[in-house]
């Protein structure tokens, strides 16, 4: 079984970056492409982000391309969500779960392995 954990959320002010880290481990990293998800209070799960295994294919939501960057780094079996131009929407716990071999998937239902979250807070 993967496992998967996140870290980098915080507090920060509208306008503002903060990236992102989830670790995976207990099976070859190169064998799965990762998502980011994010999930606002009182509303479901949503798709962020993903990356294929080999990180040559990324896919992004509408509400954060341009502004999110997806990646990954297979020396610390690591991959990054750097989020810039932050706004109070974007304010949600963030997951990233793991698909073995890769699609892209939107649908959380696709995804059997997930982080713990990490919550991001963006003020106004």
């Known amino acids: 079984q993967v496992q998967l954990a996140e870290s980098g959320g915080g507090l920060v002010q509208a306008g503002g970056s903060l990236r992102l880290s989830c670790g995976v481990s207990?099976?070859?990293?190169?064998?799965?492409?990762v998502s980011w998800f994010r999930q606002a209070p009182g509303k479901e799960r949503e798709f962020v982000a993903a990356?294929?295994?080999?990180?040559?294919?990324?896919h992004y939501s509408d509400s954060v391309l341009g502004r999110f960057t997806i990646s990954r780094d297979s020396a610390r079996n690591t991959v990054l969500l750097q989020m810039n131009s932050l706004k109070p929407e974007d304010t949600a716990v963030y997951y990233c779960?793991?698909?073995?071999?890769?699609?892209?998937?939107?649908?959380?239902?696709?995804?059997?392995?997930w982080g713990q979250g990490t919550q991001v807070t963006v003020s106004s």
């Open positions: 990356i294929s295994r080999n990180g040559g294919r990324t």
């Open positions: 207990g099976r070859p990293f190169s064998s799965y492409g």
């Open positions: 779960a793991a698909q073995y071999s890769y699609t892209g998937s939107e649908s959380p239902g696709d995804y059997n392995s």
